[in-house]
């Protein structure tokens, strides 16, 4: 199938659920059906929603697989039908779903749509922004809801289409009290907890801005493949140019003010790595200082290199289509702007087209070095100067000395021709030396050696004169060449060092991912792309350094110098470790699964062999006791063995019974009797082993969802470990409450508590965190208790207990909820 054209991919994002992105996609799907494709709907929820359902009328369905897990009826996709039938276009709702495992079918709803466009079928999806990896933390610290079925923002970026559906938060919420969303008998806990307002407005805010970036990513992409090198000012974008001057504070802190100015405006820092212009005399410490300043104000920072520093930023600023551009007026004082020309300022505004271009003053202006250094030895403003300094200067000095005749002797008068000689050769070179050297023999010949008013070249002291100018003025013009050669070479190290600094700052802050790396690669050198390919070719405009076995690092746009090229090699180099890291990352996750099972046999093995002996001991004691002849016991004493045995065969058949069914949780064979269960139900057999637990609170939250034999184990296990944390004489507290469609059913413990770094492995199987008494068990109790619990579509977290000690909560959706009334959590997906 190498020569099907793959499917299209369409994504209705919703800002919340229930702002209609089922609806819309239906609708799509019978107006592209009325025009006359080939439309089917391979799965679609209508949450039991009357007008949403009326939309699939005239609609052709492909029928569902189903299955039984868990003693629960359940219906997929039926991916295998799809595929036979391939259709045009294929609507499957909900992005995000993660698959009931089982029947070889792949565990994400995502990885089946990605099975239908590798076979040329276009597919129109649904996915709500708490769906999104990247904001899953931020939406859980805004509703107090985790979400659990994520979809990496890379994948959804791929799309070939993503379409926002909105809707204020006052509409959503009538929406709601209309029922048009939820069951009314959800209606006012949903409003009263996920769909507050606020809630609402900031998952709204967080949707147009994470679609904002997308569209900027878009843009940006046609940009470079139709070669537009106009500013389009779709968003406000401003670039601040740093130097490492101490004026860097004040340039950011004027560019986020105008960046602030307009509503979703970037902030973008930019420092030019290289031999001249801003990278003279760079402080690396203050830009470190500046680009923390720069990620405190919410903005980016960057790193480029450039031979020549106003085309690096203009050319920078053009590729991230900024709109204005902020610099600091010049360092450089009143004589180095006469000598060197136009500075970096005056360049970038001849330069800058329609980007808008601010030169800010600040405290520093005109107070840097006279002579900057430059990308040639010698500036073009010097190296004009020079010659004419040549000829000017010796001029002039014959004119004063002139007019001083009789004053000075010839001694001195030669002296003064020979510093100026030395001053040209400073300004011009090697060939300004010689013209003024040259020059000023002549005239100092003609003029000031007799006899005065003609040329005496016969003379050997003449022509001994003329050698020692030229030769003093060339020694002195070398000298001053290779100074300067010395000093850019020094600086050209010097930037190629804050490159890499930069590049390594990236990965330690966490941005060694691979596209991350490319993307700083294409950023750094300015290129129009940056790719890894599988083998090196020659084209026109493409640059390809080895990355590693079987990899180039390809770069595309201008070419490259010598210099650059060998700093390409080194992010080459890391682009090539990277790719390694991810490999071997692979494979590392390949081999984690069998060493999580050689740990747990291991585990295993280590509590058996005292845990399980233990009442075997007991009851074999006992019983052996009662048939012993050479003994003869009292009534008394073998009913209390009789009862040792019957004791030790009950705990040796809760250990069994643990372990049994923790090996059929993960193993999803575990069989689930849900129905309606009130808590009055199974605490009385819940709490009969432990003594001392105050309830509370109990009888006025709705019946739960859940298996009572399971629910009932969840709680003695729970009820049991806080009994054994909290101090003798302080009972055990145990309250219930509801929240956002949910029954919270907290234990409480007044023990020592547990720090937050070992909260996850509280969890795991054959841990005992605090336990001083290792006779109690295998460590199966709390373990079991999270993975029923997650059974029965609930989840078990541990808090604080305000005081001291720890809270176990348990979250179990209430028994009246349907398809279509679950205001929250994790099956959050409505339309």
Known sequence: MSDVRPGRLKIYLGAAPGV????????????????GADVVVGFVDCHGRPHTQAMLDGLEVVPRASGTRRGETYEEMDLAAVLARRP?????????????????RNPKRRQDIAALLDAGVDVITTLNIQHLESLNDVVEKITGVPERETVPDEVVRRAWQIQLVDMPPEGLRRRMAHGHVYAPEEVDAALANYFRPGNLTALRQLALLWLADR??????????????????????????????????????????RIADRSAGGDLLAVHVARSDGLAAGVSHASLARQRHLVEDLGGSYHSVVGDDVATALVEFARAENATQLVLGTSRRGGLARLLTGPGTGETVTELSGDIDVHRVTHERAGRGRLLPSRRRTLSTARLIAGPVAGLVLPALLTLVLAQLRGTLNLTSEALLFLLTVVGVACIGGVVSAVIASVTASLLLNYWFVPPVGRFTLDDPNALLALTVFVVVAATVAAVVDRSLRLSRRSARATAEAETMSSLAGSIVRGEATIPALLERTRETFGMESADLVDRAFDASGVTAVPA?????????????????RRVLAAFAAHVGSAVERARLAEAAAEVEPVKAADRLRTALLRSVGHDLRTPLAAGWAAVASLRSRDVAFSAEDRDELLATADESMAKLNRLVENLLDLSRLEAGALTLNLRPTSLEEVLPMALTDVRGVDVADVENVPAVLADPPLLERVIANLVGNAARHTPPGTPVLLTASTLAGRVELRIVDRGPGLPEDGRERLFEP?????????????????????????????????????????????????AARTAAAEPAGRNARGA
Do not use: C
């Open 20 to 35: 209609g992105k089922t609806y819309r996609m239906l609708d799509e799907a019978r107006r592209r059906a009325l025009r």
């Open 88 to 104: 045009q276009l294929a609507i499957v709702d909900e992005f995000a779903h993660g698959n009931v495992p089982g029947d070889g």
């Open 215 to 256: 569209v900027d990513e878009a843009l940006q992409e046609y940009r470079t493949q139709h070669g537009i090198g106009r500013v389009w000012e779709t968003r406000e974008r401003v670039v601040v140019a740093l130097t490492g001057g101490p004026e860097g504070g004040t340039l950011i802190r004027r560019a986020a």
């Open 548 to 564: 590693g076995p079987g990899a180039y690092l390809a770069l595309r746009g201008r070419t490259l110098s010598s210099s650059e």
């Open 766 to 814: 054959f841990q005992r965190l605090g336990d001083t008494d290792n006779t109690t068990g295998l460590g199966l109790g709390l373990a079991l208790a999270r993975g029923l619990t997650e059974a029965m579509d609930g989840t078990l977290t541990p808090e604080d207990t305000p005081g001291g000690g720890l809270t176990m909560v348990v979250s179990l959706p209430f």
